[in-house]
């Protein structure tokens, strides 16, 4: 998990039409960093994916596992230093049964990093069994 060590969330909102956004602070001193990459960090691009499920599975109260992955744009490095808040955009989140489709922007200001659609599913508990 990178919640609360690689990113803290730190505010967020919603929206009338079910889309939501999430501010985070990125952590620059996290282990990640020093390899990716020494001198000059950069935010992985995996590590954006897993933020992102990481904050729908917290706001949907439900463990979520990535299933499917449609498209996604780094349209920018995302330097940790550089940018204080990041805004992690969900737009057309939709939960049928066990699959949520999303795509979620990953911006600062004006600036867009990254863009990104996706199909997840919900982890079944099994304890009834």
Known sequence: ??????????GDATDNDGSFSVSVRLNPAHPIYRAHFPGQPVTPG??????????????LGRRLVLTDVKNVKYMAVIVPDDVPLLSVDFRKVALEGEVCTLTAVLSHGSQVFSKMSMTCHVVRDHSDL
């Open 1 to 10: 998990m990178l919640l609360n060590s690689f990113f803290h969330i730190v």
């Open 46 to 59: 995996v590590c954006q994916l897993q933020m992102v499920m990481e904050i729908l599975s917290d706001r």
